[in-house]
């Protein structure tokens, strides 16, 4: 190759490397970069915001200032204002309002366009004495104000996100007013224009309703916290460690490849950032050792999205259903941990499969390889250390914080720099990863040792968050203002340490770039969250139609016509509506509106029909699909990311990846109707049983649906697999076919069969009574049975009264927060009958018929693979 050649192709990668910038700018953090004042103003007002909001997040007492007196103190309310003042005036300013809008500069009525739609969203901030004084009667300011704010709105909605959202909250706006106006089955009585803009803008039920205040308490500084480590090199060092771990295996780099985006979605909640972050390295790799253009992409784009899934952050949508379900933070990731977890080592085991039928090979390690045995006593030994640590960590604080009373915190604050000090003195001891080019061959994988080394005081903040959330059990707001706290000590010192402990000299402008990088991961932050603050403020548009309306009520009217009463057919609904406002709506936006419209409705149909589906249980199930929009085509913005990338077809890699992505499309359906995947109810021998039989099972179900187990699947044999996969997630169905759970008797015997009962005891209630509004509806309720000598005394424990009348057993009395009410019973409701359960064998015996199929179908491919295997080698053929 010449030297021209050469720099052509410097050239070029270098134009590559910027249209992807380019692309992640456009969709996450503005693609205006304003030079002059004006980008001084950009940056400055998005440094600023993250200075705001650590200010409020930070528990220190700024309510006792000297002659200030409670400068700094804001409420809810007050805070949401601020913040989407924030994220507007950004919004107008970072993003042009035409593909063809100057990029280089901020037009003149942009600014006064930013400027005003600041104004209007602090309104509630400026003159909040004023509004609470007169709740409910808005002047003609108001008015004026609040109609010149959702217009506002509405257009930064537009060139952040795009039209989708901009058009379906237009619609819901149109249905609160038009309501007299439209079809009967959707009619209602229709609101005025003062009484709109009141409720979306005056109020907390609309625009500065739950969504946004998660935005500005919760999510912004968890975004904040993946930028500051983003910018200290986290991001590189996960990568490089996936890929010495990882490379050497069959597809090595497409399974480095998973574990980096996987690792890279703690740090961005974004899926394009991580397919292009990850992606300019891992899709090339992946190329190389013979993955086609569109399976290398659709790989990168189905761990990417995925990254959203993965606790302890999950983007925004584990902070909403905190205020949604009414769940602490801690059971929201519980919950979700199984399935996301699974659904990361399927794909793993995808591009494993692709790598036996293409033959591949994975990348040379440095140095002689161990022995099987010796790398097995390794990880062992790995294990094992770090849960001595974690012991040791556990208990020694459990000792310090009784010990040292209220100056714990001071003990455990230098207990952690000291540990950061020997990690960084530890790093020092090691060269610093260069960020490989994508474009030059990586001839062998760099070694383990160092490279893990390298950055494991990037592993603190993590494990700070964590322990705050899930031993402190601190608010998500505090938990990641603390972690951000650290995160900003290491970004400032870690350079001028290790030029310290290296005795490079040069430790005050080490310092400097420390500092730079601080101030540029805070700027990064704020940008980052332009487009979420727009997003759960324009969904908070149609949550607060919803509730102005009441078409929630109606629309589960309509689902349930649709559906025809089948709660199968209902989630195959709620599934694609999922998906078709994902592909204009970002992932939070998608949850909050299908969640408030459709998860209630879920919740009902399932009690008519039998079947008591948790709430977080359906939240999980709209917000598993709305993360699939990003890959879906023919809008999937992941995929057309990832094809910038690997030069392939940008809907052929979407296809692809909406086939790899199978498992976490089946999973939501699965966890609906086994909610065991979900830890719901289930001791910790029972979480490890089920974290097992769930792997075998997804592991199963992905050779099914890639047509290959140990050789090329047959038709029948994956119609098999896929039959062991459902029996192993759903070992009840089979059972409840030969021994039904439950045995029904009539109402009237209730209170006779609660005599041979225990306390705790679930009986399952079929009612017939009145909705809220009126209508006719039969449902069953679970009800727990109280403490008593007799039938009759436990069932009054239980909250739950009975009067026969003319044959029938009607609820006389409700007990208040009583297991009745809790169950949903109320006043002269009729219970029409009465399932009890009867014995029944334990479920998990259907295991074995399972697994004995499995091992036939395992005995009849192995069979298949010998004579191949002797072919393809002429040696062992002779």
Same mark, same amino acid.
């Given at each position: 190759m010449t030297d021209l050649d050469q720099q052509n192709?410097?050239?070029?990668?270098?134009?590559?490397?910027?249209?992807?910038?380019?692309?992640?700018?456009?969709? #996450?953090?503005?693609?205006?970069?304003?030079?002059?004042?004006?980008?001084?103003l950009l940056l400055g007002t998005a440094l600023v915001w993250s200075l705001f909001q650590l200010w409020i997040a930070s528990p220190l007492p700024f309510y006792d200032w000297p002659l200030i007196g409670s400068f700094g103190i804001f409420n809810d309310t007050e805070v949401r204002a601020i913040h989407l003042g924030f994220a507007t005036f950004l919004a107008f300013t970072a993003y042009p309002a035409l593909a063809h809008s100057p990029h280089h500069r901020v037009p003149l009525n942009d600014m006064i366009l930013s400027v005003v739609a600041a104004f209007c969203a602090s309104y509630i901030f400026l003159f909040y004495d004023q509004l609470v004084s007169r709740p409910g009667l808005p002047n003609t300011q108001d008015l004026v104000v609040s109609v010149a704010g959702i217009i506002l709105l509405l257009e930064a909605t537009r060139r952040t996100l795009g039209p989708p959202l901009m058009i379906v909250a237009i619609v819901f706006l149109t249905y609160s007013l038009a309501g007299p106006y439209m079809p009967d089955i959707i009619a209602h009585k229709g609101v005025t224009l003062k009484e709109l803009v009141n409720h979306q803008w005056l109020t907390t039920e609309g625009v500065f309703?739950?969504?946004?205040?998660?935005?500005?308490?919760?999510?912004?500084?968890?975004?904040?916290?993946?930028?500051?480590?983003?910018?200290?090199?986290?991001?590189?060092?996960?990568?490089?460690?996936?890929?010495?771990?990882?490379?050497?295996?069959?597809?090595?780099?497409?399974?480095?490849?998973?574990?980096?985006?996987?690792?890279?979605?703690?740090?961005?909640?974004?899926?394009?950032?991580?397919?292009?972050?990850?992606?300019?390295?891992?899709?090339?790799?992946?190329?190389?050792?013979g993955f086609s253009a569109e399976k290398a992409g659709a790989v990168e784009v189905a761990s990417s999205v995925n990254g959203q899934i993965m606790p302890p952050v999950m983007g925004a949508a584990a902070f909403l259903m905190v205020e949604y379900v009414g769940i602490s933070y801690v059971d929201v990731i519980t919950h979700a941990f199984l399935p996301a977890l699974i659904s990361y080592i399927a794909l793993v085991y995808i591009v494993h499969l692709e790598a036996l039928k293409l033959d591949m090979q994975g990348l040379p390690r440095r140095g002689a390889i161990k022995p099987w045995h010796l790398r097995v006593i390794g990880l062992l030994t790995g294990f094992m250390v770090t849960a001595v640590i974690a012991a040791v960590v556990y208990y020694g604080i459990g000792w310090?914080?009784?010990?040292?009373?209220?100056?714990?915190?001071?003990?455990?604050?230098?207990?952690?720099?000291?540990?950061?000090?020997?990690?960084?003195?530890?790093?020092?001891?090691?060269?610093?990863?260069?960020?490989?080019?994508? #474009?030059?061959?990586?001839?062998?994988?760099?070694e383990v040792g160092p490279t893990v080394k390298s950055g494991l005081h990037f592993l603190l903040p993590v494990v700070v968050l964590v322990w705050c959330l899930m031993i402190e059990r601190l608010s998500p707001g505090l938990s990641a203002f603390w972690a951000t706290v650290l995160m900003i000590f290491i970004l400032v010192t870690q350079r001028p340490l290790m030029a310290f402990f290296r005795r490079q000299g040069g430790i005050g402008t080490q310092l400097r770039r420390g500092a730079n990088e601080l101030i540029d991961g805070l700027i990064v932050g704020a940008r980052n969250m332009i487009g979420i603050g727009i997003a759960t403020a324009t969904a908070g548009i149609i949550v607060g139609a919803v509730s102005q309306t009441g078409v929630g009520s109606v629309l589960a009217d309509l689902v349930e016509i649709l559906s025809m009463g089948n709660l199968l057919l209902m989630l195959i609904l709620t599934a694609i509506l999922s998906l078709i406002l994902g592909m204009g709506l970002p992932t939070t936006a998608n949850y909050i509106v299908v969640s408030s419209l459709l998860a209630p409705v879920v919740v009902t149909l399932g009690q008519e029909s039998g079947l008591i589906v948790p709430l977080i249980a359906v939240h999980l199930f709209v917000f598993y699909?709305?993360?699939?929009? #990003?890959?879906?085509?023919?809008?999937?913005?992941?995929?057309?990311?990832?094809?910038?990338?690997?030069?392939?077809?940008?809907?052929?890699?979407?296809?692809?990846?909406?086939?790899?992505?199978?498992?976490?499309?089946?999973?939501?359906?699965?966890?609906?109707?086994?909610?065991?995947?979900?830890?719901i109810n289930v001791t910790w021998l029972q979480g490890i049983m089920v974290f097992i039989v769930a792997t075998v099972a997804i592991l199963i179900f992905t050779a099914a649906t890639q047509g290959f187990f140990i050789v090329r699947n047959r038709w029948y044999e994956s119609l098999v697999l896929?039959?062991?996969?459902?029996?192993?997630?759903?070992?009840?169905?089979?059972?409840?076919?030969?021994?039904?759970?439950?045995?029904?008797?009539?109402?009237?015997?209730?209170?006779?069969?609660?005599?041979?009962?225990?306390?705790?005891?679930?009986?399952?209630?079929?009612?017939?009574?009145?909705?809220?509004?009126?209508?006719?509806?039969?449902?069953?309720?679970?009800?727990?049975?109280?403490?008593?000598?007799?039938?009759?005394?436990?069932?009054?424990?239980?909250?739950?009264?009975?009067?026969?009348?003319?044959?029938?057993?009607?609820?006389?009395?409700?007990?208040?927060?009583?297991?009745?009410?809790?169950?949903?019973? #109320?006043?002269?409701?009729?219970i029409t009958a009465v399932d009890v359960p009867q014995a029944q064998p334990a479920k998990e015996w259907m295991y074995i018929p399972a697994m004995a199929i499995f091992a036939l179908i395992v005995l009849l491919q192995r069979r298949r693979k010998k004579p191949s295997a002797a072919i393809s080698n002429p040696a062992n053929a002779s």
């Open positions: 192709k410097n050239t070029q990668t270098a134009l590559d490397e910027k249209e992807l910038q380019d692309m992640v700018a456009a969709s #996450d953090t503005g693609a205006r970069i304003p030079h002059g004042w004006q980008g001084k309703g739950i969504a946004l205040g998660v935005s500005s308490g919760f999510v912004f500084l968890f975004v904040l916290f993946g930028a500051l480590l983003d910018k200290a090199g986290a991001g590189n060092y996960f990568i490089q460690v996936a890929f010495s771990l990882l490379g050497h295996m069959r597809g090595g780099p497409a399974k480095a490849a998973v574990v980096a985006s996987g690792l890279t979605g703690l740090i961005s909640g974004s899926s394009i950032a991580n397919v292009v972050t990850t992606g300019t390295f891992t899709i090339p790799m992946m190329k190389r050792v310090i914080k009784p010990t040292f009373g209220e100056y714990a915190g001071w003990v455990i604050a230098a207990l952690l720099t000291v540990t950061y000090l020997y990690l960084v003195r530890y790093a020092a001891a090691v060269p610093d990863l260069k960020k490989e080019s994508p #474009d030059s061959p990586m001839i062998q994988l760099p699909f709305g993360i699939m929009a #990003d890959v879906t085509p023919p809008v999937g913005l992941a995929s057309f990311a990832a094809a910038a990338v690997s030069g392939g077809d940008p809907i052929r890699t979407g296809f692809v990846a909406f086939n790899y992505s199978m498992r976490t499309a089946v999973l939501p359906f699965l966890f609906i109707f086994n909610t065991d995947l979900l830890l896929i039959l062991i996969a459902f029996s192993l997630f759903r070992p009840g169905f089979w059972m409840d076919q030969i021994v039904p759970p439950h045995k029904q008797i009539a109402a009237t015997e209730l209170t006779q069969a609660a005599d041979s009962m225990v306390a705790g005891t679930e009986l399952r209630l079929w009612i017939k009574g009145e909705d809220a509004v009126g209508d006719d509806r039969s449902f069953m309720a679970s009800m727990l049975l109280g403490e008593g000598e007799d039938g009759a005394s436990r069932l009054e424990s239980a909250g739950l009264g009975l009067l026969t009348k003319n044959g029938k057993t009607i609820v006389d009395s409700i007990g208040f927060d009583s297991a009745a009410e809790k169950a949903g019973l #109320d006043f002269d409701q009729v």
